[in-house]
């Protein structure tokens, strides 16, 4: 990121703007350019990374922002930014959540994973085999995750290693195809349009508000929803909080899940925020800090939700069940474990002790 | 327990001798001559109790001073007293552990189990109802665990709850069977009659041996197992360490749970040696916290293996399976948790910052 240091408040948010936006162009740009070859694809996939992240940013802008910015160009960019991350990050959550669960049954096994190429780059978009459909063709299953494969698994561990590697692969494919479909179309290009022009013109208001108001009733917002979650418990280790109904019915880990993912989702906001105002990448490392653990906490829990929803898989043996079973408690030990990190980092932050 | 105060360290041990002999005695007659209805019952299960603490007491101390002690008198005591411990305290670990593991289970399913009495009482041995085999009947299975039944769990969790208490309720009926056998045999009327003299005469050797330099001994030891301990990585909370290789052999987690477990036999050496030595309980309270922290260790492993033992039996469902899973990762979380205790005792313990 190339953002020029600004000397005013009033000048931070258009130069922030201009250089997500200017981001999200070469982003997509190297994505488009990437060759077919290992190199390539390596650059394809961090530029996939690249977009995705620049595209958070300009959303979140948009929303903490918002009195700054035109009202109807907002209102209408940031629903189409949200449905652009959402779908371009389904395919590399898939595969993180694979790599996660294998890594943890290895663990569980007592067999740790080859290190190996954890995450198979996504074929450029725009790229057109010849003779092909249009689309490239998504990496086949099992070639996805060399060296995390089930060999040295027990039993029941393998045999789930090898459900949940065709039920993520599958989805994964999936959320390929999805992907690949959706920077083709009309609506992206719209999308990038607007993008384009964004990074020569932000299109303010002019209103009086103060971007570090705006900053400070973000950081407000955070500081309330922080204050229901439960950190008490949490900063108590070995609570046993994350796997309470880890048997009851599904929706159950959602519930107690949801005031810690609107956390992660209000400091990323805040972090944003800062970003902005100050010109360049939040230099509080316990803001960085607190955020990786609300993402582990959040990994954890899907690939927990993954583990579980593969037990109710009809007709598997009950060394799977079992084993998959392991696999949930493990991963929601892990939420647990984030809950705790966080509390750590952010009673040390108001407590000031550190 | 009504050890008189002792002047010296000499005159330490036989006194506390005769008293852990005279409590075993009035334990044995109190359990002979409960009554048959509830009140009774508790009683007997009192003076099981009592019983198994006075025998581990003893033989702890014929172990821990046996320098001062008629060698030959106490190579025939010790197994003796090891087999009654053995024996007496099979059907009281059964009981608890289905507690353990049903509490869990409700835990885990956000159903808190109805309070209710945990334990049914030990009909008293020698208690011989007219037209009977000459033993009491064991509880029919079923009656044992009031309130802690699977009302309110989710399928999965029902089934694995049916499943632990029919197996865990058989061992407990064979348990207590043996139990009975062994308080009727002319093996256990043996070491009552070698008990009965030790409540007024203890062998002594008269050696020179300090009784101070054999308890300081019996500390060292302890300090020795603890010092193998791995407590940097017990002191991390949520270091996953207890539920390695959880899905790898059978064997796996014994190996592990292993330098635990004599940590904790040794530690209750040196509680009753410091018992010997003041003549009264051990007024340390951090002995007393981590013992128990040990216990639980010792509780949590055998519950989860337990609930590994039960997601073998064959043609299970798949849900009872994933359910002990759950359950198996739980209790190993709790075994983990455990560790973290004793370190948190244990380090105060030594840096002396507590």
Chains 1, 2 share one sequence.
């Not at 080859?114 to 978009?125: D, E, K, N, R, T």
């Not at 992660?264 to 990786?292: F, I, K, N, T, W």
Request: aromatic share 4%.
């Amino acid at each position: 990121m190339t953002v020029a240091m600004t000397g005013t408040a009033d000048e931070a948010l258009p130069v922030y703007l201009r250089g997500q936006a200017t981001e999200f162009l070469r982003s997509l740009r190297l994505h488009r350019e990437s060759t077919t070859d290992a190199r390539g694809a390596e650059e394809s996939l961090e530029a996939a990374r690249a977009l995705r992240r620049a595209a958070r940013r300009i959303g979140a802008t948009l929303h903490t922002f918002r009195p700054l910015l035109d009202p109807e160009w907002a209102a209408v960019l940031r629903p189409e930014l949200a449905w652009l991350r959402g779908t371009l990050s389904q395919e590399h959550a898939c595969a993180a959540r694979l790599t996660r669960l294998l890594d943890a049954l290895h663990r569980l096994s007592g067999t740790p994973p080859v290190p190996g190429p954890a995450l198979a780059p996504l074929p450029a978009a725009g790229r057109r085999p010849a003779g092909g459909n249009g689309w490239a063709q998504p990496a086949p299953p099992g070639a996805v995750e060399t060296g995390r494969g089930s060999s040295g698994l027990t039993v029941g561990a393998a045999k789930a290693a090898a459900l949940l590697e065709r039920q993520l692969t599958l989805a994964r494919t999936r959320a390929h195809s999805t992907a690949l479909q959706a920077l083709g179309s009309s609506r992206f290009h719209a999308v990038a349009d607007t993008i384009a022009v964004l990074a020569s013109e932000v299109p303010l208001t002019g209103a009086a508000d103060d971007p570090k108001h705006l900053a400070a009733r973000a950081e407000a917002e955070l500081a309330d929803a922080v204050a229901v979650l439960p950190l008490g418990q949490a900063g108590h280790p070995y609570n046993a909080g994350a796997l309470t109904h880890g048997l009851a019915s599904e929706a159950a880990p959602d519930a107690q899940d949801a005031p810690w993912l609107k956390v992660r989702s209000l400091l990323r906001l805040h972090r944003y925020a800062q970003e902005v105002l100050l010109g360049h990448a939040c230099p509080d490392p316990r803001v960085l800090e607190a955020g990786h653990a609300l993402d582990v906490h959040h990994e954890a829990a899907a690939a927990a939700q993954a583990a579980a929803h593969a037990a109710r898989t009809p007709r598997i043996a009950p060394a799977t069940a079992y084993a998959l079973g392991v696999l949930h408690a493990d991963q929601r030990h892990e939420v647990e474990a984030a809950r705790f990190a966080f509390q750590q980092v952010w009673q040390h932050e108001t407590a000031g002790t550190r």
